[in-house]
């Protein structure tokens, strides 16, 4: 631990590296923390699971997730972000400017820190659930909804929430039909979530029930669903949106940054934690959009705003 760094960037998807680009060519000498695969996040964050990603700039013709990552860290590395590949499991705080980040083999002191390491969609606990992720299977409408897999045929979505509602009613621009599975008899979306939904002829509910499985020839071609009379049959659907939800990865954090009710990291505008030192960008602080596009603009707001700060020491 001889050296001090300017700043340490806590993960590995867009906002991480973003932030990484600014602070480099800012000649602030970030270091990456990016992780090692060894908590199941993959280094470059959930984009990487992303097979076609369409509606980032600069990719008319579009580009696979992993490949969009690799280009994000070549640029990092470009301008001289030095990249560990080691997962953080605590920061502690040394005093006003100065904190400890621990890994479970080094300790790495910096005056700054950017925590940027995501989320986690919640996944259905089904037999062909890994089979058939992004080969039918996705946790986003907006990313993959326009894909011409998704197009014109009829789609399933999962859950009950506000999450669930927008994904259904994004999609029934798109699909043939959409049908809204929920275990219970009512949404639990807010009140006007729910009357668009269910003023959508395009969206069929089908209440007190749960998918249970998924199948089809190499690609999504049925779930089968049962309701609570245990009555189980087969639903042809052509994909299977999952919207039951995000788990912030900030357990690492809990007690130092505030965070809120579902663990997202609460920051001000400026992306500023309640922590003096301390930033927050992308996935892990922002429940609402979830995008590569939003989380790399956050990436570089949070970057101007540490580079400001630094400046001031």
């Not at 062909?128 to 897999?149: E, M, Q, R």
């Not at 929430?161 to 927008?166: I, K, L, N, Q, R």
């Amino acid at each position: 631990m001889s050296d001090i760094f300017n700043v340490i960037i806590i993960g590995s998807g867009p906002a991480a590296h973003t932030a990484c680009i600014y602070l480099s060519r800012a000649e602030l000498h970030p270091l990456m923390l990016e992780g090692d695969c060894s908590n199941g996040l993959t280094s470059g964050g959930l984009l990487t699971t992303t097979k076609t990603v369409e509606n980032y700039p600069g990719f008319p013709e579009g580009i696979g997730g992993y490949e969009l990552t690799q280009k994000f860290r070549d640029q990092s590395i470009k301008f001289g972000t030095e990249i560990i590949s080691q997962n953080v499991i605590e920061i502690k705080k040394i005093r006003e400017g100065l904190f400890d980040v621990y890994t479970k083999t080094h300790i790495y002191r910096t005056r700054s820190i950017i925590i940027a390491t995501g989320s986690t969609p919640k996944r259905l606990d089904i037999p062909n659930y890994d089979k058939f992720w992004h080969n039918g299977i996705s946790t986003c409408a907006v990313c993959d909804g326009s894909l011409p897999c998704f197009r014109k045929v009829p789609i399933a979505v999962v859950g009950g929430g506000d999450s669930a509602c927008e994904e259904a009613l994004h999609l029934s621009h798109t699909a043939s039909v959409v049908y809204l599975i929920h275990r219970r008899d009512t949404l639990r979306a807010s009140e006007i979530m729910k009357q668009r939904v269910l003023k959508n002829k395009k969206i069929v509910p089908i209440w007190n029930s749960e998918v249970i499985d998924v199948d089809g020839e190499g690609k999504v071609e049925r779930i089968k669903i049962k309701d609570t009379r245990d009555s189980i049959y087969n639903l042809e659907v052509r994909g299977l949106f999952v919207a039951i939800g995000h788990t912030p990865n900030s357990s690492f954090v809990k007690g130092l940054v505030e965070l809120d009710e579902n663990g997202y990291i609460k920051t001000t505008p400026k992306l500023n934690t309640n922590v003096t030192g301390i930033w927050s960008a992308g996935d892990v602080q922002d429940p609402h959009y979830r995008q590569a596009i939003t989380a790399a603009g956050s990436g570089c707001i949070a970057a101007l705003e540490v580079e400001r700060w630094l400046h001031t020491f």
